[in-house]
């Protein structure tokens, strides 16, 4: 819905990793003044790779952590670059850096900078400063005159250096990639063997000669299979689903020491880890790459918005939530997604809602539209952790719907299945192999790598 009105707002966005940067850029746009605030010392949020993960909780079950990045040092995207990017700024190839189609995650941070620095983005960005409370300035009052208090520090100032200010908005755009998500296993919390998440993952040298047991089968389960089978002595990777991609059987019958298990019974505190068909091994090191839990532990909305099994809410659309809407939103909670144009259209709408060019529906009609949702989720027996998983396009073409933002153009989505469908078949080398030649063309001869970005990028 489109309004007349245009207001002016002072708003915080919460993390400067890719939805947090175009959150900011959107809402300048927007004629508002955004503060982000960054705990690290530069941009990128998960693609800030940090090496030094010495000292941190091996099973991050801490709610601050230290190290915020997940990113190992060989980590290679997983979709092409083509696919990537925001839409006026094209993910591109240029000289002397990582060229390839599936760059490694340092190519992505350096496209990240190219973005800050092209649209001057830097200046609005405090680093090195930790949100630790974010509260409503008067918990009786709610709507659109509600304001936010938000309180910083400087990551190695002393406890007095809390910085405490008021903001009309604030956007959390904090990520969900950080705080492992673990399973319930029988034995887990006396076993005494080395177990840690694949969050302080980072090379393989550590593990050389022992005998690991990979918990998980998601993209960080097969990449992390795959590079330690070369320097361990054996890797049993344990899944919970007996179907396993063709990619990944080529992977396993091509490696003697990589042995597909099914999931983990039980934990022994001799060394045993014992499989849920009766086989067992003796292990060094346990891994679980189980995936990430969302959590905002410097929110306080008084019970307003609640994380219930991983289910964030309740959100309209994803994104804001209906009692303290628009003061509050979130961006970068869906999961499935091609990200960064989704993200782009969730930030253009949340800046033009702040500036009363656009007006959300009424809180009936969100709630509503809500129970709907989370209905339709139940009847197709999707486990309500995976509330925010979309892995549809039409979807994300109807939301875009809210904003007038373009739909996905049809070579993306080709792009995107061309890869999952290569990835499925030959995991191993779908990303070095190109066979959607086609597809290619038509990407790179589209108005989103033809008409926009910097001339300095060349194809």
């Known amino acids: 819905m489109v309004s007349e009105r245009y207001i002016s707002k002072n708003v915080c966005v919460i993390g400067a990793g890719p939805s947090g940067l175009v959150a900011a850029r959107e809402l300048r746009k927007e004629g508002h003044l955004a503060v982000v605030l960054e705990q690290n010392h530069d941009i990128g949020g998960q693609w800030l790779y940090d090496p030094n993960v ?88 709610v709507g659109k005159d509600l304001k936010w208090v938000v309180r910083s520090r400087e990551k190695k100032s002393t406890e007095k250096a809390v910085v405490e200010e008021v903001f009309d908005a604030v956007v959390v755009a904090s990520g969900h990639y950080s705080h492992p998500r673990l399973p319930s296993i029988k034995g887990m919390d006396t076993w005494k063997g080395k177990q840690m998440h694949s969050h302080i993952y980072r090379v393989p040298e550590p593990f050389r000669n022992e005998i690991v047991v990979i918990v998980g089968c998601s993209l960080s389960g097969q990449d992390l299979s795959m590079e330690l089978v070369e320097v361990a002595k054996d890797v049993y990777l344990s899944t919970k689903s007996p179907n396993i991609t063709e990619g990944l059987s080529k992977v396993i019958s091509k490696h003697e020491k990589l042995h597909l298990r099914p999931q983990i019974d039980a934990l022994q505190e001799d060394g045993k880890v014992l499989f849920a068909d009766g086989s067992w091994v003796i292990a060094d090191t346990i891994i679980y790459c189980t995936g990430y839990s969302y959590t905002f532990p410097f929110l306080d909305t008084k019970g307003i918005v609640v994380i219930d099994d991983d289910r964030v809410g309740p959100l309209y659309e994803h994104t804001f939530p209906p009692s303290l809407a628009p003061s509050l939103s979130f961006i970068g909670i869906p999961r499935k997604i091609i990200g960064f144009p989704f993200f782009e259209s969730q930030a253009i709408w949340i800046a033009q809602v702040l500036s009363g060019k656009r007006t959300l529906p009424a809180w009936d009609d969100m709630m509503q539209s809500i129970k709907e949702y989370y209905h339709s989720r139940d009847v197709a027996g999707i486990p309500k952790h995976n509330t925010h998983d979309i892995a549809d396009f039409e979807y994300c073409d109807k939301y875009g719907d809210h904003v007038g933002f373009p739909h996905l153009e049809e070579w993306r989505k080709q792009l995107c299945l061309s890869a999952l469908v290569n990835a499925d078949i030959n995991l191993e080398t779908y990303r070095d192999t190109l066979d959607d030649h086609q597809l290619l063309q038509e990407a790179l001869q589209s108005p989103h790598f033809t008409q926009h970005g910097p001339q300095a990028f060349s194809l």
Do not use: Q
Request: hydrophobic residues 40%; charged residues 30%.
């Open 54 to 141: 010495e000292g941190e909780d091996p099973l991050g079950r801490n709610s601050f952590l230290e190290v915020h990045s997940s990113m190992y040092a060989s980590l290679r995207l997983a979709s092409p670059r083509e696919i990537m990017g925001f839409t006026d700024f094209p993910f591109s190839v240029k000289k002397g850096r990582d060229m390839r189609r599936f760059p490694g995650h340092k190519e992505l941070l350096l496209y990240l900078n190219d973005f800050v620095e092209w649209f001057g983005l830097r200046d609005l960005i405090r680093f090195n400063t930790k949100v630790e409370y974010v509260g409503m300035v008067d918990c009786g009052v």
